[in-house]
């Protein structure tokens, strides 16, 4: 006990330590003296000490807790209703001290501040709160408030259909993103809409074969926890759009040449990533349904933009899209409009132009740099471009900002002569941590690369030098990791896609310091302006140029986990390969070889690939870059789809070879070894091919060919039939209709098109002699180069009376033009070949194209068509004689056909 003072009146005062009071129980005594007095001794309790210890004592405060029915979402935050007050005119302050009570047990907790972090709490819990006054030493009796946490309602953050073009024997199935702040497993509810009008369906699918044409679909997703609560807001999905059951519909995107930027968003909030190409914009699943991977979503009049600045506006989940290139108005004029695409809802995306007062001049190549926090992004460099928009002319240093603040956003020019010189292709960046801006190198007037690395400070407009690269290039790119360093990747020391790196490095803000990053993953190949985007832990590598694959790697150690997920692997910008049978029973399409597309070369592919109708795989066991071989000659079989391929160009040499290949033993097999007599008549197209019993035959330099195993080929008698030389054929195997049982069909190649001929040519299989015969059909095809032909297999052991036809160049080689017509051509009893235009089915057709890689899923009863070569003045402005397309589509035959 300490000691005791005389006070006024003959009173005294003495106190007890805290800790002495809290030691001790019950009733106390206390002996107290007074000078001249007799001692004297009271006896009270505990809670009453204070008052006879103390004196006069702030009054007890009268308190409540916000929010009064919190859930494990909100804070338990105190408020002082009625503060209290102190006799003595002291100031008071507060003492906090909170009990939990749970399933009839009461805690006292570690919490001695006024509030309780949400993450604290959970739900049916009991909280109460003791605030006990005090001045000094001088405790007043403590004011209480309690709360009890009740259940957090489940929230739906978004919801999405399967497809939003959708065949009328299809199902269509709605998903959801939903999470509940209490863990609680949740159950989804489904109101449907069929035009606007409620069905009684009430589950994820709804069956469309009750639906006409035309009709459109709306889905409403709730969520109700294990405590019966349910979500306050449903989240809608569509509108999705039913089509009859016949013509074209796009179940891919063109994964085509892009340039520097190329349009593709992470939009990471909702799982998915957006991808704008030819006037469409594709949603690619990362979560949630995985069926169908990408998406068409429901958005028209979309510019085909390409090299535009892309800023994410999370506070009104919309991308803005500014500069660029769009082919759809004026292919070598960049664009200065500003457009916005709204996202906040997947499948009801809305775009629409941003009228501004003031905008930069137009321009592609520039650097954006979005400081997301405060709204606002910078635009700087870039270049005006000549005839093509990868040469460039004109080249700007001025800096522009956009207010992003509003619905409406504005431009102004921060200076006419910003600190960097003159450039195009930066790389640009902006730390997380520290808010400010970082570009790195480029390409000069000249063409020449550029090694400045350069801090831009949004708040006062400053751009220094701070650091310089130590191999001086362009097109490098480049990512926050979101832990004070970067990540830069490859780049080139030349302009145009040569004297490309594969180089990376980790930038450490700090001190502007690199460190070499040793890679142990496989990682894309160097290209120059890849795109990556980083979302949490999640790196999005976007490799750009001629590329089909999208990867997605940790920012902490970057390994690669997948590529373009759920997909295997997909094919990139490819044409002339071949169908060629599946291993075993396998669905779908299967497709080899061909020539693939990278930056501005091309190579030879020795890879297969299956398409199942909803994703490619990449077939390891029937992959061989040994074996790689450029517009392969598939070896046609009357009924089933071929399991050889002869000749054509091997490796990157593209020279002629007449060795045959076989898939039958589950790989890729060489049955007969290249003969150089052939070679004058091989190209890399296709030449007519088929298999006669166990001898390959080919149509060379207007001559058919029989190849035996050992490597001989001799040319079958000419009886008159000569076939003129063709190059560029396309080609079919066929069996007439049969007129009666009695009278079996015969086995015929039809071959059509090349050297600009609208003339067919069949001939009998297997017949000794070379009887070739010439065939006008009419109306028909018009005259054509390497048009895409498959047959019609409605299984492996019917006749095949039927090929498709779509397509073709008006030549090979220089400027050219595509085609984009699509035929079904059919062989009666007597070998009388007709044609007929097939409908479109009302949607997107396939835009023109050559070489396409073409066949008929018989599993599906569908047509898939797949990349080819098609007019370079979509790509270019320029007729530049053609660009590789990495498109999938398919095709549905009209009833009776």
Not at 158 to 167: G, I, N, P, Q, T
Not at 187 to 212: E, K
Not at 402 to 431: C, I
Not at 872 to 897: C, I, K, Q
Request: aromatic fraction near 8%; charge should be negative; hydrophobic fraction near 40%.
């Amino acid at each position: 006990m300490r000691s005791v003072r005389p006070e006024s009146r003959g009173q005294v005062r003495g106190s007890l330590s805290r800790a002495a009071r809290a030691a001790l129980a019950g009733p106390l005594i206390v002996v107290c003296c007074a000078v001249g007095a007799a001692g004297c001794s009271l006896l009270f309790d505990t809670e009453d000490y204070r008052g006879v210890e103390q004196g006069p004592v702030p009054t007890a405060p009268q308190v409540s807790i916000t929010v009064a029915e919190p859930t494990t979402l909100d804070d338990l935050e105190v408020i002082i209703d009625v503060a209290s007050t102190d006799p003595l005119a002291g100031t008071v302050d507060y003492r906090y001290e909170w009990d939990r009570e749970e399933g009839g047990a009461t805690v006292t907790t570690s919490v001695t501040t006024d509030v309780v972090p949400a993450s604290e709490t959970a739900k049916h819990q009991t909280w109460t709160v003791r605030v006990i006054p005090f001045v000094g030493e001088r405790e007043g009796p403590a004011g209480t408030a309690s709360v009890t946490v009740v259940n957090s309602l489940p929230v739906v953050h978004f919801a999405r259909l399967s497809r939003y073009e959708v065949w009328q024997d299809e199902t269509i199935t709605a998903s959801a993103f939903v999470t509940d702040p209490d863990g609680d497993a949740t159950t989804l509810s489904y109101s449907w809409m069929v035009n606007d009008a409620p069905v009684a369906d009430a589950t994820s699918a709804i069956d469309l074969s009750v639906l006409q044409p035309g009709d459109t679909l709306r889905v409403s997703v709730t969520a109700t926890d294990n405590d019966r609560a349910e979500s306050l807001v449903g989240r809608e999905a569509g509108p999705a759009t039913v089509r009859a059951a016949v013509g074209w519909r796009q179940l891919e995107p063109n994964r085509g040449y892009a340039t520097s930027t190329p349009l593709f968003f992470p939009d990471a909030p909702r799982g998915r990533m957006l991808y704008i190409r030819e006037g469409a914009l594709w949603e690619y699943r990362v979560t949630g349904a995985t069926e169908v991977p990408w998406a068409k979503l429901n958005v028209t009049g979309l510019p085909d933009l390409f090299g535009s600045s892309v800023i994410y506006d999370a506070a009104r989940s919309r991308f803005l899209i500014w500069g660029g290139v769009d082919f759809t108005t004026a292919p070598s004029v960049p664009s200065t409009a500003l457009y916005e695409l709204v996202v906040e809802t997947p499948g009801q995306e809305t775009f629409r132009e941003v009228t501004t007062a003031l905008t930069p001049p137009a321009r592609i190549a520039h650097a954006t740099l979005n400081d997301e926090p405060n709204a606002r992004a910078v635009i700087l460099g870039g270049a005006r471009p000549e005839t093509l928009p990868v040469t460039f002319t004109l080249l700007y240093d001025d800096l522009w900002e956009l207010d992003y603040s509003t619905s409406d956003p504005t431009f102004r020019m921060v200076t006419a002569n910003a600190a960097t010189p003159p450039a195009v292709l930066m790389g640009a960046t902006v730390n997380s941590q520290s808010g400010r801006g970082y570009l790195f190198g480029g390409f000069s007037q000249a063409g020449s690369p550029l090694g400045g690395i350069y801090q831009y400070d949004f708040d006062g407009g400053s751009l220094v030098e701070v650091a310089t690269l130590a191999v001086p290039r362009g097109g490098l790119s480049v990512s926050d990791l979101g832990d004070g360093r970067a990540l830069i990747v490859d780049g080139a020391t030349t302009l145009i896609g040569g004297e490309r790196m594969e180089t990376s490095e980790l930038f450490a803000f700090s001190d502007h310091t690199f460190a070499p990053l040793t890679v142990t993953w496989e990682r894309p190949e160097q290209t120059v302006g890849a795109v990556l985007k980083r979302a949490g832990d999640t790196l999005y590598w976007y490799p750009g140029l001629f590329s089909g694959d999208l990867f997605l790697s940790t920012v902490t150690d970057f390994e690669v986990t997948s590529r373009l997920a759920p997909h295997t692997e997909v094919p990139g910008v490819t044409y002339g390969g071949a169908v060629v049978r599946g291993p075993g029973a396998s669905p779908g399409v299967t497709f080899a070889f061909g020539v693939v597309r990278r930056d501005f070369d091309r190579a030879i592919s020795g890879s297969t690939f299956n398409f199942t109708g909803d994703r490619w795989t990449l077939l390891t066991a029937l992959s061989d870059p040994t074996l790689a071989r450029s517009g392969p000659s598939p070896v046609m079989e009357s009924s089933r789809l071929p399991s050889r391929v002869f000749g054509s160009s091997l490796m990157a040499s593209f020279q002629p070879n007449s060795s045959v290949v076989s898939n039958s033993s589950g790989a890729w097999l060489e049955q007969r070894a290249d003969e150089a007599t052939l070679h004058n008549g091989l190209s890399e197209f296709a030449v007519p091919a088929w298999r006669c019993n166990d001898r390959t035959r080919v149509l060379v330099d207007g001559y058919t060919y029989e190849l035996d195993p050992a490597g001989a080929a001799s040319a079958l008698p000419d009886l008159g039939g000569r076939v003129p030389q063709l190059r560029g054929p396309g080609y079919e195997a066929l069996q007439p209709v049969q007129g009666t049982q009695s009278d079996p069909a015969v086995e015929t190649v039809v071959v059509f098109g090349g050297d600009g001929t609208d003339t067919w040519w069949t001939s009998a299989m297997c017949n000794p002699n070379d009887d070739w015969t010439a065939r006008v059909v009419s109306p028909g095809p018009s005259a054509r180069y390497a048009p895409s032909m498959a047959k019609r297999v409605p299984n492996t052991t019917m006749p095949t009376s039927q090929l498709f036809l779509f397509g073709g160049a008006t030549a090979l080689n220089g400027s050219r033009t595509h085609m984009a017509d699509f035929w079904l051509v059919t062989m009666d009893a007597a070998e009388v070949l007709t044609a007929q235009q097939l409908p479109s089915g009302g949607g997107t057709t396939p835009p023109a194209r050559s070489m396409a890689v073409m066949g008929w899923d018989s599993f599906r009863g569908r047509l898939i068509l797949f990349g080819g070569e098609g007019d370079g003045g979509h790509e270019f402005p320029t007729n530049s004689g053609g660009v590789g397309r990495a498109d999938t589509w398919e095709y549905r035959m009209p009833a009776g056909l």
